[in-house]
């Protein structure tokens, strides 16, 4: 299980962030800071494995205090979660080591899409083996998709995540539907629509219409 710190000044948004993440298969929140101090000596004390970190608390700037947390914890992986939007400020995270930069306002779907390729990328790359290959790096980069799928995934969609879709269907008895796909996969039903109509126009499955009360439910099957 991936420990996640949550550091955000406004306590409800905070709040919100843990029901999210609390909502995605193999993590889970630890604690959440409202301060840069406190969230120095919550890191010390919790020994989180990712810190969700807003660049603007009271009391310091949320790039400088990332530089104090991994004193304190030097194998800390940060994501940042802000409304800062300022090219510069992009770019001095960048440089800063994160694994992610996720502009507020965000939904449930985008925050799931930055956790699972953490999950499957990142994380992942710690404990799966040894030695590297190209392969897993490119995996962390996310570069993978292009040479995993030879065409480009759409905007807002993970490699990891359509591996995920992908297996579902297989393991399937029969078609499925987005909302059932969703709810397996622990992710939302826009989002597990979004990767079944890629595979439905990449010719990879089959749509049949569930006809009922109100509009034809759209059900999909691989293709034999």
């Given amino acids: 299980m991936i420990k996640v710190l949550i550091v955000d000044d ?11 993440i609390q909502r995605s298969p193999g993590f889970t929140v630890v604690g959440a ?7 120095v000596v919550e890191t010390e004390r919790l020994r989180p494995d990712l810190v969700l970190l807003d660049i603007h608390l009271p ?14 914890a030097p194998e800390l992986d940060v994501l940042v979660i802000s409304a800062a939007r300022e090219v510069e400020t992009v770019r001095k995270a960048l440089r800063g080591g994160i694994v992610h930069y996720l502009i507020k306002p ?3 779907a985008d925050l799931q899409e930055r956790l699972d390729h953490y999950r499957s990328a990142y994380h992942g ?7 590297a290959e ?9 570069l993978e998709s292009a040479a995993a799928h030879g065409r480009p995934l759409p905007k807002g969609c993970s490699v990891e995540t359509l591996a995920l879709v992908e297996g579902a269907l297989k393991t399937a008895d029969g078609d499925v539907s987005a ?15 979004r990767y079944l109509e890629y595979l439905h126009d990449e010719g990879l499955l089959e749509v049949r219409l569930k006809y009922g009360v109100g509009r034809p439910e759209r059900r999909y099957v691989l293709k034999s």
Wanted: hydrophobic share 40%.
């Fill in 10 to 20: 406004d306590f409800m948004v905070a709040k919100v962030h843990a029901g999210f």
């Fill in 33 to 39: 800071a409202h301060t840069g101090a406190q969230a």
């Fill in 59 to 72: 009391d310091i700037n949320g790039l400088d205090l990332m530089h104090r947390l991994r004193e304190v």
């Fill in 106 to 108: 965000f939904s449930q």
């Fill in 125 to 131: 790359l710690d404990s799966s083996k040894d030695v």
């Fill in 134 to 142: 190209q392969s897993d790096v490119n995996r962390v980069f996310g």
């Fill in 179 to 193: 909302a059932e796909v969703a709810e397996q996969l622990g992710t939302s039903r826009v989002s597990a629509r």
